[in-house]
T-cell receptor, first 110, second 111 residues
C-alpha cells in the first residue's frame, strides 16, 4: 500500500491564482481530512469528509473548497490564493481511531 | 474537547528513556489519550493511545494516572531518529473525528 499520497510536494502561486492540492489513499478509508500547519504551530483542520459525497467544514475553512466523488480521492481547491494561505498542507485518512497522514504539500503564495 | 498542557521542549540522551508528560485535567470520561509525533517536515505519525489502562506497543509505552488527569509517554531507548514534536491529544472513544493539535513538546535526542 502507498498509504496517503499528496501532490504536488511544493508549489508557488501568485495572489489570485487558483490551484488544486491532490490527496489520494489506497486503504479504502471512509474518513479523510485536510489540515494546514503554519510555522511553529500545530495542525488546524480545514475540511473533512466521512465518506464519498459528504463533506463538512473544520476550524479554518474560509478560502478552501473540497469535494469527495470517490472513496480514494479528496482534493482541496484554492479558488483565489492569498498570502495568508502560505502554509504546509497535510491530508489524512482513517478507518477507526488512527489517522494516517500524507507527506504534505508546501505552498507559498506571493 | 479537553485542553492539554505539555512542556515546550525536552532533551534526552541517546539510549536513555524519554519520558514526555501531558496534563489533561479536563478530560471527559469517554475520551482516550492519543499520542502522535511529527518528525521535521513530515506528516504526523500515530504512536499509541489509551483510555485508563497502561498501554505498550512496539514504539512506546503510555502511562495514564488513575484519575486520568495526566499521562506520560515513554520511549524506552531513545534514538536520534526519535527527535520530533510529540503531541498529546484527548479524543472521543471510537471516534473517527478530527484531531485537535496543540503545540506539543519538541524532544531533542542528543548523542
Amino acid at each position: 500500500n502507498a498509504g496517503v499520497t499528496q501532490t504536488p510536494k511544493f508549489q508557488v502561486l501568485k495572489t489570485g491564482q487558483s490551484m488544486t492540492l491532490q490527496c489520494a489513499q489506497d486503504m479504502n478509508h471512509e474518513y479523510m481530512s485536510w489540515y494546514r500547519q503554519d510555522p511553529g504551530m500545530g495542525l488546524r483542520l480545514i475540511h473533512y469528509s466521512v465518506g464519498a459525497g459528504i463533506t463538512d467544514q473544520g476550524e479554518v475553512p474560509n478560502g478552501y473548497n473540497v469535494s469527495r466523488s470517490t472513496t480514494e480521492d479528496f482534493p482541496l481547491r484554492l479558488l483565489s490564493a492569498a498570502p495568508s494561505q502560505t502554509s504546509v498542507y497535510f491530508c489524512a485518512s482513517s478507518q477507526g481511531t488512527t489517522q494516517y497522514f500524507g507527506p504534505g504539500t508546501r505552498l507559498l503564495v506571493l | 474537547d479537553a485542553k492539554t498542557t505539555q512542556p515546550t521542549s525536552m532533551d534526552c540522551a541517546e539510549g536513555r528513556a524519554a519520558n514526555l508528560p501531558c496534563n489533561h485535567s479536563t478530560i471527559s470520561g469517554n475520551e482516550y489519550v492519543y499520542w502522535y509525533r511529527q518528525i521535521h517536515s513530515q506528516g504526523p505519525q500515530y504512536i499509541i493511545h489509551g483510555l485508563k489502562n497502561n498501554e505498550t506497543n512496539e514504539m512506546a509505552s503510555l502511562i495514564i494516572t488513575e484519575d486520568r488527569k495526566s499521562s506520560t509517554l515513554i520511549l524506552p531507548h531513545a534514538t536520534l531518529r526519535d527527535t520530533a514534536v510529540y503531541y498529546c491529544i484527548p479524543r472521543g472513544g471510537g471516534s473517527q473525528g478530527n484531531l485537535i493539535f496543540g503545540k506539543g513538546t519538541k524532544l531533542s535526542v542528543k548523542p
